[in-house]
């Protein structure tokens, strides 16, 4: 079975400096990752996902991430934060073969100080 | 493009009372859907998953029960609600016809049992 571990509930930045949101994958199979951003009492938003094509996926909002196998790692970036990056975000692995179910990480919230 | 509609978006419901929380999804046919619930201070976690109409896969036992009368409606329900049943509830669909596939999620119930 797939899982997520994602390091530290919480993370403090100040604005403009690096974004670094880490997230751990255990997976049988081959994995599609995902990272989702979540706003207080709003639903899921996609930020970026890894479905075996480039290692280095770019998402919205200026975020990437690098899959690497080696390290079953799959670490979510941004090289200025800003004050609207303040939010809870998920990462997430789902399996490439069977039924698809996303597992998701306990999450991480994003606090930004001027 | 396809649109995802929850509600009721609050719901405070005594212990004991029924529950319904309903979803629809536009501009797509024959997805996949999902419920997930989102407790305080922790991950989603998925409760139910339905591959097609009256087709229903429940992940954990517990107090609630799902429904898929119509290709794009997805019902969550409650004979009797327990404290432990309050929480965020999001739905959720993707595409069904390949791996990988996003899932999309509404914009989530939150439900307060008193």
């Known amino acids: 079975a797939q899982s997520v571990t994602q390091l530290g509930s919480h993370v403090s930045v100040s604005e403009g400096a690096l974004v670094l949101l880490r997230c751990n994958y255990s997976?049988?199979?081959?994995?599609?990752l995902f990272w989702y951003v979540q706003y207080p009492n709003q639903g899921l938003q996609l930020l970026l996902k890894y479905t075996s094509a480039a290692t280095l996926v770019k998402g919205i909002n200026g975020f990437e991430a690098e899959f690497k196998k080696s390290e079953t790692s799959f670490h979510l970036t941004k090289p200025s934060a800003h004050m609207s990056d303040a939010a809870e975000y998920f990462c997430a692995v789902t399996m490439n073969t069977g039924f698809q179910k996303l597992v998701f990480g306990t999450g991480t919230r994003l606090l930004v100080s001027p | 493009s396809q649109t995802i509609h929850q509600w009721p978006a609050t719901l405070v419901q005594p212990v004991g009372s029924p529950l319904s929380l309903e979803c629809t999804v536009e501009g797509t046919s024959n997805p996949n859907l999902y419920w997930y619930r989102q407790a305080a201070g922790r991950g989603l976690q998925l409760l139910f998953y339905s591959v097609g109409i009256g087709q229903i896969s429940s992940e954990v036992p517990q107090n609630l029960s799902a429904s898929r009368p119509q290709d794009r409606q997805f019902i969550l329900s409650s004979k009797k609600l327990l404290l432990s049943d309050s929480g965020f509830y999001l739905c959720?669909?993707?595409?069904?016809?390949?791996?990988?596939?996003?899932?999309?999620f509404g914009e989530g119930s939150w439900l307060t049992v008193v």
């Open positions: 959720a669909w993707s595409l069904n016809n390949r791996y990988g596939n996003t899932i999309y």
């Open positions: 997976s049988s199979v081959p994995p599609y």
